[in-house]
């Protein structure tokens, strides 16, 4: 396959978490990027993919196009069962999500992520410097799906030390079974794909770590974009760029009114 030249900060990440998801495995899926994922990933390697929506949509094929939200009736056409939010989340709960993917506006070094507000948190909650989107579903998949992908823009700013607010669970502050004892289910993070970077955490200490940098990057330059220390992996490699077919998918057959993926 040819590598492409032409490609977007946007268009690396969808195609780096559609290349972690694997076949005939159950995602719950998060509005924006991690729908095109989603679907890049069944149109390619991964046909029996399962996705789930938080409106309750269970294994629609997604042959009639991109969703737009997590209720779009695109989610419902030709899924196996439609079972409403109550029942959605309830199938996390009883351990049948393999991944949850998600998205943050901050993240800390545990993988914990901040979609609620930018401010002095809890004095300033209500008036926040910035006020995100907030939960959603987002919380209740991060502590209850089996594992969660997570998506967030690399920057100094928005990989910090310390949270200012705490909206989706990840190992928490990395102690020992701190996900058991705040009883949090599933294994927790498992990677941050970045605008820099794919990232894991280090099984003994649950702390963020290097896995691959993205072409162009190196370990130092990602570092220098992260308001904490990372960990660096023992082989850290570097992630093919996109071919020019898996952007001419993104482009023209998924999302070619650019709803999530911008080109600009």
Same mark, same amino acid.
């Given at each position: 396959?040819t590598?492409?030249?032409?490609?977007?900060?946007?268009?690396i990440? $969808?195609v780096?978490?559609?290349k972690?998801?694997?076949d005939?495995?159950v995602?719950?899926? %998060?509005?924006?990027?991690?729908?095109?994922a989603s679907?890049l990933a069944k149109?390619?390697?991964a046909p /029996?993919?399962i996705?789930?929506f938080?409106?309750g949509?269970? &294994?629609?094929p997604l042959?009639?196009?991109l969703?737009?939200?997590? /209720?779009?009736?695109? #989610? *419902?056409t030709g899924?196996s069962?439609v079972k409403?939010?109550?029942?959605? *989340?309830e199938? #996390?709960?009883r351990?049948?999500?393999d991944?949850g993917f998600? &998205? %943050?506006?901050?993240?800390?070094?545990?993988?914990?992520?901040?979609? #609620?507000?930018i401010?002095?948190?809890?004095? &300033?909650?209500q008036i926040? !410097?910035v +006020?995100l989107?907030g939960s959603?579903g987002?919380s209740d998949?991060?502590a209850?799906?089996?594992r @969660?992908?997570?998506i967030?823009?690399?920057d100094?700013r928005k *990989?910090n030390e310390k949270?200012?607010?705490?909206?989706?669970p990840g190992h928490?502050?990395?102690s020992?079974?701190?996900?058991? !004892?705040? /009883?949090l289910q %599933?294994? /927790?993070?498992?990677?941050?794909? @970045?605008?820099k970077?794919?990232?894991? *955490?280090?099984?003994?200490? !649950?702390r963020m770590r290097?896995? +691959?940098t993205?072409?162009?990057?190196?370990?130092?330059?990602?570092?220098e974009?992260t %308001?904490?220390e990372?960990?660096?992996a023992p082989?850290?490699s #570097?992630?093919?760029?996109?071919?020019?077919e898996e952007?001419r998918?993104?482009?023209?057959?998924?999302?070619p009114h650019?709803?999530? $993926?911008? +080109?600009?």
């Amino acid at each position: 396959m040819t590598a492409s030249t032409d490609y977007t900060a946007q268009e690396i990440i $969808v195609v780096a978490g559609a290349k972690i998801l694997e076949d005939n495995k159950v995602v719950f899926v %998060g509005t924006g990027l991690p729908m095109v994922a989603s679907l890049l990933a069944k149109l390619t390697h991964a046909p /029996g993919l399962i996705p789930v929506f938080e409106a309750g949509a269970v &294994g629609p094929p997604l042959g009639v196009g991109l969703p737009l939200s997590v /209720g779009d009736s695109k #989610t *419902f056409t030709g899924s196996s069962y439609v079972k409403g939010l109550n029942a959605a *989340f309830e199938m #996390t709960q009883r351990g049948y999500a393999d991944f949850g993917f998600i &998205g %943050g506006a901050e993240v800390d070094m545990y993988g914990n992520l901040n979609s #609620t507000m930018i401010g002095d948190f809890p004095d &300033g909650y209500q008036i926040p !410097k910035v +006020r995100l989107p907030g939960s959603g579903g987002a919380s209740d998949m991060a502590a209850s799906c089996e594992r @969660t992908i997570l998506i967030v823009p690399h920057d100094k700013r928005k *990989f910090n030390e310390k949270l200012q607010y705490v909206t989706s669970p990840g190992h928490l502050e990395g102690s020992p079974n701190a996900r058991f !004892k705040a /009883g949090l289910q %599933g294994k /927790g993070p498992y990677r941050v794909i @970045t605008t820099k970077a794919i990232l894991d *955490f280090d099984e003994e200490t !649950k702390r963020m770590r290097i896995l +691959r940098t993205f072409p162009g990057e190196t370990v130092e330059s990602v570092q220098e974009a992260t %308001g904490f220390e990372l960990l660096v992996a023992p082989d850290v490699s #570097t992630f093919e760029p996109p071919t020019m077919e898996e952007v001419r998918m993104i482009r023209e057959d998924i999302d070619p009114h650019q709803a999530f $993926v911008k +080109r600009g």
